[in-house]
């Protein structure tokens, strides 16, 4: 968790450093900030695959020309699933009795680039594309050990969403974004594994 801690806190002061203050947005009008919650529902997998909300995704970019940005993007998601007790054949010799709670963390980050269609109206629909490398940990809790394996790997997010200002010349916006988010990393934990993660989800926060 120390580590997750240390990325995000370095991925938000790289977009601090990169994306404009809400000032001096409103002066160039040409940069945006999102801070949103996250619904994740993770695919191909039964090891964790229940959607949950415990999640949060920051985003920030500049225009580069009137409908095309550039920027930063990082998220964290936690996905649990309950598993009752059961018997896990380890090797020929060993086995385990236990009751399990199953977690996979996820942590993406990278640059993201943006399309929208229509610029500086009351709603700003856009298609992105965020490319970059993705920190995991597969976790199983039992009642006396904590099993787990940290993992990075590559990872690419497309995206469609659209931001609403109820007042544009204020351009301060509610931001809704579907994603499907895919990374290469491969996990393995007791007899489960995973040859990459695939997630789809979506955003609802604010644009600044």
């Known amino acids: 968790m120390k580590k997750i801690a240390k990325i995000l806190g370095a991925m ?12 001096q947005a409103q002066i160039l009008k040409g940069g945006y900030f999102n801070v949103d919650w996250q619904f994740n529902i993770p695919m191909a997998n039964e090891y964790a695959n229940h959607g949950s909300g415990w999640g949060m995704s ?5 225009y580069i020309i009137p409908q095309m940005s550039l920027g930063l993007y990082v998220s ?24 399990q709670q199953h977690s996979i963390y996820q942590v ?28 995991s940990r597969m976790e199983s809790e039992t ?12 990872n690419v997010q497309p995206e469609l969403g659209v931001t609403f200002y109820p007042m ?9 974004a579907v994603y499907y988010n895919y990374s290469t990393n491969k996990s393995k934990v007791l007899t489960y594994d995973i040859d990459g993660y695939n997630n789809i989800g979506f955003h609802l926060g604010l644009s600044f």
């Open 12 to 23: 938000l002061l790289l977009i601090a450093i990169a994306t404009p203050s809400t000032v």
């Open 58 to 62: 920051f985003e920030g970019g500049y």
């Open 76 to 99: 964290y998601h936690t996905n649990n699933k309950y598993i009752g007790e059961q018997v896990l054949h380890l090797s020929s010799t060993e086995s385990l009795y236990a009751d």
């Open 108 to 135: 993406p980050f990278g640059m993201a680039a943006r399309w929208r269609f229509i610029e500086h109206g009351m709603f700003e629909p856009y298609i992105a594309a965020k490319l970059g490398a993705m920190y």
């Open 143 to 154: 009642q006396v050990y904590t099993y787990y394996d940290k993992t990075w790997g590559f």
């Open 168 to 176: 544009p010349y204020k351009r301060i916006g509610i931001h809704l």
